[in-house]
Structures are given as structure tokens and as C-alpha cells.
């Protein structure tokens, strides 16, 4: 049982290109959604998802798309890379009680 | 708007001394109420939750929380800490099951010293 998969776990941009962090859950849960994880600042929604075909914004969506064809994907899109998206994302599902189950993690670094 | 507050950024403390990681938030309306640590290099996991009921909650690793209404706090306690307890610590808060979003605190280091 794999639980939340996130790919790829490191890469390196330039500023401009554009790329998808990709998220998997084998939990069957209806609800996932993403992260950024910066320094002094904790974890900050960016776009969540509460079922296929339903996404909705969080806290800091501008400059990331999302999509929701399948229970299993929700993957993140950067259409134009900045330095400022230089983080550590995390996909998230969450269960009947309201717990997240978190990925490990993807760390970026737009130069 | 919900937020939430954790004013320690850092919390050194020798080992088997007790700890308290304060966490403080704002909100109108009922919520539940969660810590997560997260290990160096590794994704978030929960410690324990507060859903309703009872005021004191355990959770995993000895640690425990007690939810204070009239104070708007939910701080972490353990009462003998490990030098495997190093750690980052974040608080959490959603506004009752309807919320889809989770607000997490800043976070709170904390580093066990032998």
C-alpha cells in the first residue's frame, strides 16, 4: 500500500520553463490537494480537489494549474517557472476524520 | 479567517526535560484541531487530533494536547523527551468536517540536546 506518490522528489528549473509535479493515491479518497513548504512560513494551500472534475483554489494558487481527471491524480502544473516557486511541495489526501496523508515531498529550484 | 499561530520558532530543550509547543488560532466557528511532526527530509505525519469530546487528547510518540475553547489554544506536551523527538512541529486547524482547507501554523522546531 503505497499511500500518496509524488514524482519526480528533486528538480532543477529555469526561470520560464514548465513542468507537472505528479501525485498518485491508492487510498481512494476523494479529497487531495497541494502544498508549498517555505521557510518560517509552515505549509500553504495552493489547490484542492474534493473529486474528479472539481478543483478549487486555496491560498496561493496564482502561477499553478491543477486538474482532476481521475480519484487517483491530481497533478500540478507550472506553466511559466519562477524563482519565487522555489519550494518543497507536498500532495495530500485526506480521510474520513479530516487527517491528511502527505507524499513525501518534491523539492524545486527555478533558477 | 482562520489562522494559526505558533510563536516558538525554536525550542531547545535537554533530553527526558518536558516540553510544551504552544500553538494558538483564531476562528468563529467550531474546529478540529491536529498536530503533524515532520522528520528531516520526510513528508508531514499526524501526531494526534482534536474532533470533539473529550479536552485532553494522546497521540502517538508520549505526546499529548488539551484543547482550551475560552483560549483559543492547543498546545503540545510530553513530559520526558527523546533525542529522537527532533523534529519539526506544526499545528493545524480546519473549520468542522464542511472545511476543505487545513491551516497549518508556521511550525516550531524542536531540538532535543543530550
Known amino acids: 500500500n503505497a499511500g500518496v506518490t509524488q514524482t519526480p522528489k528533486f528538480q532543477v528549473l529555469k526561470t520560464g520553463q514548465s513542468m507537472t509535479l505528479q501525485c498518485a493515491q491508492d487510498?481512494?479518497?476523494?479529497?487531495m490537494s497541494w502544498y508549498r513548504q517555505d521557510p518560517g512560513m509552515g505549509l500553504r494551500l495552493i489547490h484542492y480537489?474534493?473529486?474528479?472534475?472539481?478543483?478549487d483554489q486555496g491560498e496561493v494558487p496564482n502561477g499553478y494549474n491543477v486538474s482532476r481527471s481521475t480519484t487517483e491524480d491530481f497533478p500540478l502544473r507550472l506553466l511559466s517557472a519562477a524563482p519565487s516557486q522555489t519550494s518543497v511541495y507536498f500532495c495530500a489526501t485526506k480521510g474520513n476524520t479530516g487527517e491528511l496523508f502527505f507524499g513525501e515531498g518534491s523539492r524545486l529550484t527555478v533558477l | 479567517a482562520q489562522s494559526v499561530t505558533q510563536l516558538d520558532s525554536q525550542v531547545p530543550v535537554f533530553e527526558e526535560a518536558p516540553v510544551e509547543l504552544r500553538c494558538n488560532y483564531s476562528?468563529?466557528?467550531?474546529?478540529?484541531l491536529f498536530w503533524y511532526v515532520q522528520y528531516p527530509n520526510q513528508g508531514l505525519q499526524l501526531l494526534l487530533k482534536y474532533l470533539s469530546g473529550s479536552t485532553l487528547v494522546k497521540g502517538i510518540n508520549g505526546f499529548e494536547a488539551e484543547f482550551n475553547k475560552s483560549q483559543t489554544s492547543f498546545h503540545l506536551r510530553k513530559p520526558s523527551v527523546h533525542i529522537s523527538d527532533t523534529a519539526e512541529y506544526f499545528c493545524?486547524?480546519?473549520?468542522?468536517?464542511?472545511?476543505?482547507?487545513?491551516?497549518f501554523g508556521s511550525g516550531t522546531r524542536l531540538l532535543v540536546r543530550p
Open positions: 493545524a486547524v480546519s473549520e468542522g468536517d464542511s472545511s476543505y482547507k487545513l491551516i
Open positions: 476562528s468563529s466557528v467550531s474546529v478540529y
Open positions: 487510498m481512494n479518497h476523494e479529497y
Open positions: 480537489s474534493v473529486g474528479a472534475g472539481i478543483t
